[in-house]
T-cell receptor, first 120, second 110 residues
Framework: GAVVSQHPSRVICKSGTSVKIECRSL??????MFWYRQFPKKSLMLMAT?????????EQGVEKDKFLINHASLTLSTLTVTSAHPEDSSFYIC????????????????FGPGTRLTVL | SQQGEEDPQALSIQEGENATMNCSYK?????LQWYRQNSGRGLVHLIL?????REKHSGRLRVTLDTSKKSSSLLITASRAADTASYFC??????????FGAGTTVTVRA
């Protein structure tokens, strides 16, 4: 399957700092990227959907000024956690989806390996 | 919001046994997907079953879908220690977003 990378895999930062997480599709053009958050032993919660060249669509309850998403190219999306606090500590996972081909249904999403954020 | 609910939450089996887990959902779907997640890692796509399909196989995996009951099952046959992971179902509701279930944690004992 297609490969999606995330960087960094793990980050520890002080409260009040901003952290940027990158999500890259390595071998396909990702027209849509998704950002999820996962708490320990819990399911993935969709935070936002971003389409290349347009503003991200945030899920209800997700602060767009807190979690800045940029999808500047067909292979890169970034999530910036601004003024991070301990409650932002979590596992952040991105996924990427290619262009939909008519008649084949929704294309498969490919997930990155995740980024563990710890805010002290 | 989450649509899928999985059952059981946790499952412990002996190597070689079969593992079955179930997923129920609430609204109509385009397709349902199963993913595996090893501890602290990303998700690996296992299998996708479309709403007009009833059963699908992939290696040791067998997935069923009953749209009348809004439920799906994942069967792993002849389990191995490497199958130890969390398994999630995800429904594709409006053709672009996935809604994940709570997951089933499977432990395969050697």
């Amino acid at each position: 399957g297609a490969v999606v990378s995330q960087h960094p895999s793990r980050v520890i930062c002080k409260s009040g700092t901003s952290v940027k997480i990158e999500c890259r599709s390595l071998d396909f053009q990702a027209t849509t990227m998704f950002w999820y958050r996962q708490f320990p032993k819990k399911s993935l919660m969709l935070m936002a959907t971003s389409n290349e060249g347009s503003k991200a669509t945030y899920e209800q309850g997700v602060e767009k000024d807190k979690f800045l998403i940029n999808h500047a190219s067909l292979t890169l999306s970034t999530l910036t956690v601004t003024s991070a606090h301990p409650e932002d500590s979590s596992f952040y996972i991105c996924s990427a989806r290619g262009r939909r081909v008519r008649g084949t249904g929704s294309p498969e999403q490919f997930f990155g390996p995740g980024t563990r954020l710890t805010v002290l | 919001s989450q649509q899928g609910e999985e059952d059981p939450q946790a499952l412990s089996i002996q190597e070689g046994e079969n593992a079955t887990m179930n997923c129920s959902y609430k609204t109509s779907i385009n397709n349902l997907q199963w993913y595996r997640q090893n501890s602290g890692r990303g998700l690996v796509h296992l299998i996708l079953i479309r709403s007009n399909e009833r059963e699908k196989h992939s290696g040791r995996l067998r997935v069923t879908l009953d749209t009348s009951k809004k439920s799906s099952s994942l069967l792993i046959t002849a389990s191995r220690a490497a199958d130890t992971a969390s398994y999630f179902c995800a429904t594709d509701v409006n053709d672009y977003k996935l809604s994940f279930g709570a997951g089933t944690t499977v432990t395969v004992r050697a």
